[in-house]
């Protein structure tokens, strides 16, 4: 067995190999139920958005409880009245409910006429690496960030950004009107930004704070929030699905996402469910990279991000191979250039890091 220790750079790879795996089925199981054609259903995005949603919270959240990671070590406990609780759940419960506000504004993202899928796809992807490299530039003038930001870490930014923006403007002439000027689109976008700035500085925060002798607890973080995040989501769910029933009320969106729960689709909503926890492994993966021990969050958000567009290349071609699926055009294979140059920066400014965390320990 391959074992490392809390911080190091196999640590992080293994992080790397589990979220690009799964980020993988999870790509291809998107492409696969929302493709038409003999043998596939068809699906609406916002039929596969509820049977993913709940089939991932579901594991994520019944992980966490069977092995009790939310049992976390506080520095502080607060007491009110009769009930004592961390005082770390004070900004973990909001990061879930932050969380509970990414899942469906992703999907819902991909879901409008207004914007392509790939579109979508690189301008909230670009979006967490700026919003990374700001919250490390908030923290450190703060005084809660003592780390700098390497100069190989704000070039992997800029090659992440252009492989983003020549895919956005490669899409610029596909018929699809401006995503900016449309409203819903504009309010899903914003609502998706502000919800995941808040919940990478509350990562921040808790990673940046913990006193030396205090331990590090990722795990209990990951619990909190997927247990705030999922019960978030599920009494949205009961909220709408009971609007509907007693109002009658529907919408492009809304309508088919309350049939998949009133008219499941026969012979292929439980297979959705099924593929559908992948998004839920990915979670895991995720949030131990965003949280992961002594590394800045633009550094965390970098890597998240980047093995994402990795993975999705990669889902795109087993599609194309696999499903007959769309071919990868030049841009596509200029992008990829694009990224792993932006990976062999980080790359450098991982082995600094590491030797930099070292010293550190041996002083």
Excluded at 42 to 52: A, C, D, P, T, V
Excluded at 156 to 184: C, D, E, M, Q, R
Excluded at 254 to 269: K, L, M, Q, R, V
Aim: proline share 3%; aromatic share 14%.
């Amino acid at each position: 067995m391959w074992r490392t220790d809390e911080g190091s750079t196999g640590r992080l790879i293994q992080l790397c190999i589990g979220y690009f795996i799964f980020y993988i089925i999870t790509g291809l199981s998107v492409k696969f139920f929302l493709s038409t054609g003999i043998g596939r259903p068809g699906m609406n995005g916002m039929e596969y958005l509820f049977y993913s949603t709940a089939s991932s919270t579901l594991l994520a959240t019944s992980v966490v409880l069977f092995l009790k990671w939310y049992r976390m070590e506080s520095v502080k406990r607060i007491t009110l009245g009769k009930i004592s609780f961390p005082s770390e759940f004070l900004y973990i419960i909001p990061s879930g409910i932050c969380t509970a506000i990414v899942i469906p504004t992703t999907t819902l993202m991909y879901s409008f006429e207004a914007i392509s899928v790939m579109v979508a796809m690189v301008i909230m992807r670009g979006a967490v690496i700026v919003i990374g490299r700001i919250v490390d530039a908030i923290q450190i003038r703060q005084g809660i960030l003592h780390k700098k930001v390497y100069k190989e870490e704000n070039i992997s930014i800029v090659f992440a950004l252009l492989a983003i923006s020549i895919n956005v403007l490669s899409s610029s002439g596909n018929g699809k009107a401006n995503p900016f000027t449309s409203l819903p689109v504009m309010i899903i976008f914003i609502s998706y930004i502000i919800a995941y700035a808040i919940r990478i500085y509350i990562m921040n925060y808790y990673k940046n704070t913990r006193p030396k002798n205090a331990k590090f607890n990722n795990k209990g973080f990951f619990a909190i929030e997927q247990i705030t995040s999922t019960t978030t989501l599920y009494l949205i769910t009961i909220i709408l699905l009971t609007m509907v029933r007693t109002t009658g009320w529907s919408g492009e969106r809304i309508t088919p996402f309350a049939n998949s729960f009133f008219h499941p689709i026969a012979g292929w909503w439980y297979w959705a469910m099924i593929f559908g926890t992948a998004f839920g492994v990915v979670a895991f993966f995720s949030v131990f990279i965003f949280m992961f021990r002594g590394r800045t969050a633009t550094f965390a958000g970098l890597v998240n991000r980047l093995t994402s567009l990795i993975a999705g290349t990669v889902s795109t071609l087993i599609f194309w191979l696999a499903f007959s699926g769309k071919k990868p055009i030049m841009v596509d294979w200029i992008s990829l250039i694009f990224i792993l140059t932006a990976v062999s920066f980080i790359a450098v400014a991982e082995k600094k890091r590491s030797l930099e965390l070292a010293m550190n320990e041996s002083r």
